[in-house]
């Protein structure tokens, strides 16, 4: 009887195995294709502009000061910290799989990646230059000159260059092959007996009505608090700011779920500092459900899974200024 029962639970883990292959067509969240690189000169050219602190007025400060690509594209900073140590209003949130979001920003006020990357440097309070001023210390080096020339055709260095270049490099950071996408694949054995629950859970309560596609979010704006007021420590009011539609205050984009494990703190007033208070908030906030201190460890055990591959490129060589090119003041207002 026992060989019986030991063939029965075989032949049931089979099955299930077999289930859990063919699960992932119907899923609401969808694996991350590897990033393709269509123009090498264009993403090589923003790349260099991502990490130059010189398209801040200090000097100090880059795209990768807040969004730094070792620590999941962003800062782990309840908000980030500015030109004179300002402390901005909103937590910043992760450039890491952004070309996947409907908008850019936490309200939306930009478009797409290209038109994201200008708002930081003419920001008084993020890189505070202006972009005349940022065209003329490009303009001024040598080597950006050749590196327009070689993504351009033309050596003209222009604002509308800077940020479709920028913008070309932030699309290639993506994260592929996280252990949620192998089980998506078909990898039965990608996540452990936990982390399945959790996923289950993660459904189940509604989650993913908010957090699905391939980024597991980006994809909508929703109103922060939808059962439950949610008491933001941040200024911000979302949406309306944008619309000026009081119907969209409290509104926000929907953050990415991916690499969740690595973008510390949460919300767009950083104000969950765990994944466990997080899912805590979210769950009262947003679904009206108090999750048991089991069923919280388990969602978190699933979010874990959606950590996939870092950016992995050799850092740029910034190319040297002349000794012609303005030199900021540091801490100049």
């Known amino acids: 009887m026992l060989k019986a029962a030991t063939l029965s ?31 090498a000169n264009l993403v090589e050219l923003g790349k260099k502009l991502y990490f130059d602190t010189r398209l801040s007025k200090s000097g100090f400060i880059s795209c990768n000061s807040c969004h730094n690509l070792s620590m999941g594209g ?14 901005g209003p909103i937590n910043a ?44 210390v490009l303009s001024s080096i040598p080597g950006y000159v050749a590196d327009f020339k070689k993504a351009f055709g033309s050596d003209k260095v222009t604002i509308d260059g800077v940020t479709k270049a920028i913008a070309a490099f932030e699309e290639t950071l993506v994260t592929p092959n996280s252990r949620f996408d192998k089980w998506l694949k078909g990898d039965a054995k990608a996540l452990s007996a936990d982390e399945l629950a959790g996923y289950q859970l993660f459904k189940e309560s509604g989650c993913t009505a908010c957090h699905n596609g391939a ?79 089991v069923e919280n460890a388990k969602i978190v055990a699933f979010l874990k899974t959606l950590t996939g591959d870092q950016p992995s490129f050799k850092m740029p060589i910034l190319p040297p200024s002349s000794d012609s090119t303005p030199r900021p003041t540091p801490f100049d207002k």
């Open 74 to 87: 962003t800062d782990n900073l309840k908000t980030s910290i500015g030109h004179n140590w300002q402390k």
């Open 93 to 136: 949130p992760t450039v890491l799989n952004s070309s996947m979001n409907l908008a850019q920003f936490w309200d939306g006020r930009a478009k797409d990646l290209k038109a994201q990357a200008g708002g930081p440097i003419a920001n008084p309070g993020e890189m505070a230059f202006t972009h005349e001023l940022a065209v003329d």
């Open 9 to 39: 639970l075989a032949v049931l883990a089979a099955a299930i195995g077999t289930a859990s292959a063919a699960m992932p067509a119907d899923e609401p969240i969808q694996p991350i294709a590897a990033p393709k690189v269509k123009d």
């Open 215 to 293: 980024a597991v979010g980006g994809n909508s704006f929703q109103k922060m608090g939808v059962v439950e007021a949610y008491k933001a420590t941040s200024p911000a009011e979302g949406r309306v700011g944008v619309t000026k539609d009081e119907a969209d205050r409290f509104n926000f984009k929907v953050p990415t779920l991916r690499n969740v494990e690595l973008t510390y703190p949460y919300f767009h007033d950083g104000e969950a500092a765990t994944l466990k208070q997080a899912v805590e908030t979210m769950g009262r906030v947003q679904l009206g459900k108090a999750f048991t201190d």
